[in-house]
């Protein structure tokens, strides 16, 4: 990662994070890339910087379109259910297809490529919870406009499931997809670490949340951010972060989505084959990533889609008892190392700020109806009552 940008650089990129239209974000970027000294130290930041240009330009012909009455739909989907998981791939792999056969969604499925126009969400039930799958319109080869939007679809979601045709070079296609994601600051497994920095007029100075190993001090981030013209914000450390994963941070804005690849078609190939394409994808495949041999057309192995995603999504589902009732049916459903403090929190804000004590049931109590404290980690299945001060 770029350091020791001149001062006059780092201006300019304080001018960019400070622009409130669009034409004045493209206006800074433009003056920070010419600003930008040319050696292979800056290489990666000039790609990042030229290729967020392109987008920021893209977005402004769009908002015109749309003032003409020229633009496309909307592909944004509203949140629903206990994760929102994203269809990708390219055209007839067959997402259409699957949508309909796990959710029960009314899609157009065809035999012509790029059918899908707008992004069409469907409920996906696991057990009492549910899930939303949401085709994504296809990724193009050749780029554009409707790629950045499919990629902002992407971005807003919970987790990601990348389909290829079994029958059509799915090596290939997952060799590009996940290069492209990676290109556009998705990424589909775990980094060693990576920071999120936000930015807001509520927060006060340098706020420094740690939910990993940090390699340098609290004071290193905020000369640095201060360098940058940044006095408020919150920022965010994930696993193992050294200073420059902090600077990368506010250029990059790399994002981790939680990922699962399917195979889609198996009935069109033999064992054979498909034993064979398996053992080569999953030497590309990081380990993490589970690999699923499916058949929307039979439904061969659909039924551990939904136990999959609740996996690698790290969910758990906890449920509530008043002191004097019964557990609730329903669940809520937190991410796992949610604590007591966290299930009152999702609750009500009241319970959060008069919690007391706790009694809990299930997996993570040491006997039936042991009283816990804030801090007590919860676990799928446990039943928690939570009492306040009186």
């Known amino acids: 990662m770029v350091t020791n940008l001149p001062a006059e650089a780092r201006a300019k990129f304080a001018k960019y994070m400070e622009a409130k239209t669009l034409e004045e974000k493209i206006k800074a970027l433009e003056e920070f890339i010419s600003s930008v000294p040319k050696h292979k130290g800056t290489e990666n930041l000039l790609y990042w910087a030229k290729k967020r240009l392109a987008e920021l330009r893209e977005e402004l012909e769009e908002r015109k379109r749309k003032k003409t009455g020229r633009g496309g739909p909307s592909f944004f989907i509203e949140k629903e259910g206990a994760a929102q998981v994203v269809l990708l791939g390219f055209t007839k792999a067959g997402k259409s297809a699957l949508l309909r056969r796990l959710t029960g969604a009314k899609v157009e499925v065809s035999d012509y490529p790029y059918t899908t126009k707008t992004p069409v969400p469907g409920m996906l039930q696991y057990e009492d919870i549910q899930f939303q799958l949401v085709e994504a319109p296809s990724i193009i080869p050749e780029g554009g406009g409707w790629n950045t939007r499919v990629i902002g679809l992407a971005k807003n979601a919970d987790g990601l499931i990348i389909v290829l045709d079994v029958s059509q070079d799915p090596i290939d296609s997952f060799t590009r997809l996940s290069s492209y994601l990676k290109d556009h600051g998705l990424l589909i497994s775990r980094p060693r670490g990576y920071v999120v920095i936000e930015k807001s007029r509520g927060i006060k100075g340098i706020q420094i949340i740690s939910y990993g190993r940090l390699m340098c001090t609290h004071e290193d981030i905020k000369k640095l951010l201060e360098s940058y013209r940044i006095y408020n914000a919150v920022v965010k450390v994930y696993g193992e972060v050294e200073l420059d994963d902090v600077e990368k941070a506010l250029f990059e804005h790399t994002m981790y989505k939680p990922t699962m690849v399917l195979l889609n078609k198996i009935d069109l190939i033999s064992r054979s084959e498909l034993k064979y394409i398996v053992e080569k994808l999953r030497s590309l495949v990081p380990s993490e990533i589970p690999i699923m041999c499916v ?62 004590y706790a009694r809990i049931w299930g997996p993570s109590a040491k006997y039936p109806g042991q009283r816990v404290g804030a801090n007590h980690v919860v676990e799928d299945g446990d039943i928690v009552e939570i009492n306040i001060k009186k």
């Open 295 to 356: 058949s929307a057309l039979t439904g061969e192995n659909l039924g551990y889609i939904g136990s999959t995603l609740f996996k690698i999504l790290e969910l758990i589902r906890v449920y509530t008892k008043p002191p004097t009732g019964k557990p609730s049916e329903k669940p809520l459903v937190l991410r796992r190392g949610a604590t007591v403090l966290d299930v009152a929190k999702a609750i009500h804000s009241d319970l959060y700020e008069k919690f007391a």
